[in-house]
T-cell receptor
Framework: ETGVTQSPTHLIKTRGQQVTLRCSSQSGHNTVSWYQQALGQGPQFIFQYYREEENGRGNFPPRFSGLQFPNYSSELNVNALELDDSALYLCASSGGTSGETQYFGPGTRLLVL | GENVEQHPSTLSVQEGDSAVIKCTYS??????FPWYKQELGKRPQLIIDIRSNVGEKKDQRIAVTLNKTAKHFSLHITETQPEDSAVYFCAANHYGGSQGNLIFGKGTKLSVKP
């Protein structure tokens, strides 16, 4: 198993609410990437943080936002939740001695009702 | 932007047989190609990766080949075992570019029958 952790493991929200998901990167890694994985699909890139700065963003609306802290942990915030936001949210850490190799956390399963 | 196509979407083999999963990518600047295995309800787990300066890489029963000219790469699993049953994802990345994101294929569900 990787040293990447995520919280919470599961979350149920209603449409229009806001949610914050958290990720702790593996020791020695300075980069965190967030992905959305819908059921039966491959992970889709949301954005990446490198040393507390956003380093690229996928095709997701501005209501998806994030930040990275000095200890390289990260948060993903989603405002105005929609039913289609129901998915598994994965973070992956990389950098340092691992270079480009991304190691995934266990994910947060979000259900929007 | 990068686009990754993966085939087949499902693959069923007998235990002991070989399995091959193929991916193509569109961005010639991509230089890093990992493969992940995802069991039901679990995180994607890196099983092997290859960089664009290498044509083939092996790790026990798993191998990956890369053809930069044709822009395709393949995962080969030999002597398959029931515990190899999972969904496998290929991905491509232009490491060192402005975005370090992985672009994933849609996955291959591999079933190994005992």
């Amino acid at each position: 198993e990787t040293g990447v952790t995520q919280s919470p493991t599961h979350l149920i929200k209603t449409r229009g609410q806001q949610v914050t998901l958290r990720c702790s990167s593996q020791s020695g890694h300075n980069t965190v990437s967030w992905y959305q994985q819908a059921l039966g699909q491959g992970p889709q890139f949301i954005f990446q943080y490198y040393r507390e700065e956003e380093n690229g963003r996928g095709n997701f609306p501005p209501r998806f936002s994030g930040l990275q802290f000095p200890n390289y942990s990260s948060e993903l915030n989603v405002n105005a939740l929609e039913l289609d936001d129901s998915a598994l949210y994965l973070c992956a850490s990389s950098g340092g001695t691992s270079g480009e190799t991304q190691y995934f956390g266990p994910g947060t399963r979000l259900l929007v009702l | 932007g990068e686009n990754v196509e993966q085939h087949p979407s499902t693959l069923s083999v007998q235990e002991g047989d070989s399995a091959v999963i193929k991916c193509t990518y569109s961005d010639s600047a991509s230089n890093y190609f990992p493969w992940y295995k995802q069991e039901l309800g679990k995180r994607p787990q890196l099983i092997i990766d290859i960089r664009s300066n290498v044509g083939e890489k092996k790790d026990q029963r798993i191998a990956v080949t890369l053809n930069k000219t044709a822009k395709h790469f393949s995962l080969h699993i030999t002597e398959t075992q029931p515990e190899d049953s999972a969904v496998y994802f290929c991905a491509a990345n232009h490491y060192g570019g402005s975005q370090g994101n992985l672009i994933f294929g849609k996955g291959t569900k591999l079933s190994v029958k005992p």
